[in-house]
């Protein structure tokens, strides 16, 4: 199958601070990757990881360069624009989870929808087959507090995927967990692929690295 080009970063840069103080943390950093690929993005402590993935979700500004997603420059957009990009084309997996804990995991998963003014009948099925895709079926009306750590992330997968984003950003999904649970979390990740969903994970853990399609070294500037 031939795959688009999804997403195309060409000389992004990004600096903390001002003179000489300043922290480079991008510098002329380019990448792509096709619909549905899976890349690893490794790095040392500070070479930049979180940052481009903030600037990729349209969380952070970048002081020049162009992300195009789906052959639009992100930065062009404003507004609604910018937030449909934030809640519709990307989802987000962070370190710790994020749920939040006064919902049970049903309602964490909706929250992406609940936010659009979209709580519908075909919603709500669709969150529940997203927990049942995920092994979580029995662990709807549980809150996260009585979830496992693997189970938590899980839940937030299941959130970030609520509203059929064409691509996941997962900053150290696995960070937080054991050896099982990574491995149980990450095959859920694999699995995106056959929707041509672009998974971008930070991680430190070589095996998930190999796992991926690609390798993407970060350095620090
Ligand atoms: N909001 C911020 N203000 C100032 N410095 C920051 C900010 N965010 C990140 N940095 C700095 O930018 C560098 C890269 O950080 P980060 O993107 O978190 O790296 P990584 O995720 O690869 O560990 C670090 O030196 C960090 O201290
Ligand atoms: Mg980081």
Do not use: W
């Not at 984003?165 to 859920?188: F, Q």
């Amino acid at each position: 199958m031939l795959n688009y080009v999804m997403l195309e970063i060409i000389n992004l840069n990004k600096s903390f601070g001002k003179g000489e103080s300043a922290i480079h943390v991008l510098n002329n950093f380019s990448m792509a990757a096709e619909a549905g690929e899976r890349l690893a993005i490794v790095g040392q402590s500070g070479a930049g990881k979180s940052t481009l993935l903030q600037i990729i979700g349209g969380l952070d500004a970048a002081d020049s360069g162009i992300v195009r997603f789906k052959n639009e420059n992100i930065f062009d957009k404003k507004g609604r624009e910018l937030d449909t990009y934030r809640n519709r084309d990307v989802g987000f997996v962070f370190q710790f989870h994020y749920l939040l804990d006064d919902f049970t995991a049903f309602e964490n998963v909706m929250m992406p929808a609940m936010i659009a003014g979209e709580d519908t009948k075909a919603n709500r099925e669709y969150a529940r087959a997203l927990l049942a895709r995920f092994g979580l079926s029995d662990r709807e009306t549980h809150f996260p507090s009585q979830l496992s750590g693997g189970e938590q992330q899980r839940t937030a997968l299941a959130r970030a995927l609520m509203n059929r984003p064409s691509m996941i950003l997962a900053d150290e999904p696995t960070g937080s967990l054991d050896k099982k649970n990574s491995e149980e979390v990450l095959s859920m990740f694999d699995s995106l692929k056959n929707d041509g969903i672009t998974v971008l994970i930070v991680t430190h853990d070589e095996e998930i690295a190999k796992s991926c399609d690609r390798i993407v070294k970060m350095e620090k500037a």
